[in-house]
């Protein structure tokens, strides 16, 4: 028996876990010191109320000979899809139910969607950006190539004349810079993936934080995106399900490589490996996308936005900063050019702030460092005051 030799290529643990195993260090030492936690992209809560209703009616029903249900369907129940359909359609972009596919969270797509490639594909990820594209793909032994987003290009990269890819990765907003790639921008990686016969895998996480209406909320807004890309999406920052778990991938039926639809090959990865998502939550998730859902999900992302809006107040006040207006975080430039842990450290020790340091997310992160905007008001007022003094 061997074990995968590809784990000795990535780094020892998730970034989320030592940033965890730090601060806990630290809370253990100074059990008298309050901890204020900007780390991690977890959400505060509390569910909005038409999920909470939906969640328990879904229980009562399951309690019943009746309406009791079982396995469901592995791309999710059509009220899911359908809802999801339709917020789709509120964005004035078209997606058919069957090219929905729920599923538990966007971390388990992004993660498991390379089952549907070869190993010689070669992925094209930027630097810095969410860790799962890369630990997966590394997980796998596929070659990865840094796509490089800084200051100079506003944390954007575009397809250059010798830019070579298979596989592209997109997060916009992205996660950790809050940059948000633009109609241009869009088309620009569309149209290279077009001509080369690439893959664009889109992760929408963020999507709802987008206010600015000239930024595009969806992929298929872009006009050739069918062809090309695939959109992952969540309800997790949307409605706060970080903790309920539930999202969706959606597989244009134009999708096609070597001769199969990705979405047909998807629907067999799922069937085979997944179970789908509890009756209760999915009843959770289509409630988040009607009228009344979706308005006290907005609330909540109102009331980040304005944390990140304060936030970016005082931390522009010393450094430079990106993000926070269409994103939950802020990604700011450690000052006196520091390094990003060794800014982690200081933060953590002296302020009693648990940041993410950008190195966390690819080499290009080094000298950055991410705050969230998703605690609670009075933290972030805090956590505000401290760096202030
Ligand atoms: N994609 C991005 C860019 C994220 O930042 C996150 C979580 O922070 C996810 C996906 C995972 O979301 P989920 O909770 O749906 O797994």
């Given at each position: 028996m061997k074990i995968n030799g590809n784990f000795q290529n990535m780094e020892k643990n998730y970034l989320f876990a030592e940033v965890a195993a730090r601060s806990a260090a630290y809370a253990k030492a100074h059990p008298e010191k309050k901890l204020l936690r900007m780390g991690i992209g977890d959400v505060s809560g509390p569910l909005p109320a038409a999920v909470v209703k939906a969640m328990k009616d879904a229980c009562d029903e399951m309690a019943t000979k009746e309406?009791?249900?079982?396995?469901?369907?592995?791309?999710?129940?059509?009220?899911?899809?359908?809802?999801?359909?339709?917020?789709?359609?509120?964005?004035?972009v078209t997606v058919d139910v069957s090219e929905i596919y729920v599923n538990d969270g966007a971390k388990s797509d992004a993660g498991n969607i390379g089952d549907l490639f070869d190993r010689d594909n070669l992925c094209l990820i930027p630097d810095p950006v969410y860790p799962?594209?890369?630990?997966?793909?590394?997980?796998?032994?596929?070659?990865?190539?840094?796509?490089?987003?800084?200051?100079?290009?506003?944390?954007?990269?575009?397809?250059q004349m010798d830019t070579k890819a298979d596989l592209i990765y997109i997060c916009s907003p992205n996660n950790p810079t809050g940059a948000v790639y633009d109609r241009e921008g869009l088309k620009a990686w569309v149209d290279f993936a077009n001509r080369r016969g690439a893959l664009i895998l889109f992760d929408a996480a963020y999507e709802a934080f987008i206010s600015d209406p000239a930024l595009p909320r969806s992929i298929y807004e872009i006009d050739g995106a069918r062809t090309c890309a695939v959109e992952m999406c969540t309800l997790s920052k949307l409605a706060g399900f970080t903790g309920v778990r539930c999202g969706y991938t959606v597989f244009p039926k134009e999708l096609e490589r070597g001769g199969e639809q990705l979405g047909a090959l998807w629907l067999r990865r799922q069937s085979t490996k997944f179970n789908g998502v509890s009756y209760p939550v999915q009843r959770g998730a289509a409630a988040a996308f009607s009228k009344?859902?979706?308005?006290?999900a907005m609330a909540g992302i109102a009331y980040y936005k304005e944390n990140a809006a304060i936030m970016a107040e005082t931390i522009g006040s010393f450094t430079r900063y990106w993000g926070g207006a269409n994103s939950p975080y802020i990604w700011l430039e450690c000052p006196g050019k520091r390094k990003s842990w060794e800014y982690f450290d200081y933060l953590l020790n002296e302020k009693q702030i648990v940041a993410t340091p950008g190195a966390g997310f690819g080499p290009g992160g080094e000298g950055f460092l991410r705050l969230t905007a998703f605690g609670d008001r009075e933290d972030v007022l805090e956590a505000m005051d401290r760096i202030a003094r």
């Open positions: 309406d009791f249900r079982g396995y469901g369907p592995y791309e999710g129940y059509d009220f899911l899809r359908e809802a999801i359909s339709g917020y789709y359609a509120s964005l004035g799962v594209y890369v630990d997966s793909n590394l997980m796998a032994g596929r070659p990865v190539e840094y796509l490089r987003a800084c200051p100079e290009n506003g944390f954007l990269p575009l397809p009344e859902g979706l308005a006290q």
